[in-house]
């Protein structure tokens, strides 16, 4: 199984930008497609946006072109660009393969978007 860790989260105001890392171990990650997802308090972890292995991104309509999912095979790693962060951006943001109830990899701790002014 492939361990996950979530990195680059934190504070920030309505409109400005965060970068999220993800860090993979395993041999397998480059053919998993994987995904970020985000569990706000007191609602169901959703699937913010998807990557193929070969890097074809999908995106939450919520996305509305804010984000910008990537992965590096190479380095086992994968990313996600968040602009014009809005309140409703608030939540714990996790990398995990796609599907979310996929056994190819497990769910790290995560990590905290806070949007706020």
């Known amino acids: 199984q492939v361990q996950l860790v979530e990195s680059g989260g934190g504070l920030v105001q309505p409109g400005g930008s965060l970068r999220l890392s993800c860090a993979a171990s395993?041999?397998?990650?480059?053919?998993?497609?994987m995904g970020w997802y985000r569990q706000a308090p007191g609602k169901q972890r959703e699937l913010v946006a998807g990557i193929t292995t070969g890097g074809v991104p999908n995106y939450a309509d919520f996305v509305e072109g804010r984000f910008t999912i990537s992965r590096d095979n190479a380095k086992n790693t994968m990313t996600l660009q968040m602009n014009s962060l809005k309140y409703e951006d608030t939540a714990v943001y996790y990398c995990?393969?796609?599907?979310?109830?996929?056994?190819?990899?497990?769910w790290g701790q995560g990590t905290q978007v806070t949007v706020s002014s």
């Open positions: 395993g041999s397998i990650f480059s053919i998993l497609p």
């Open positions: 995990h393969s796609v599907p979310q109830t996929s056994k190819a990899t497990s």
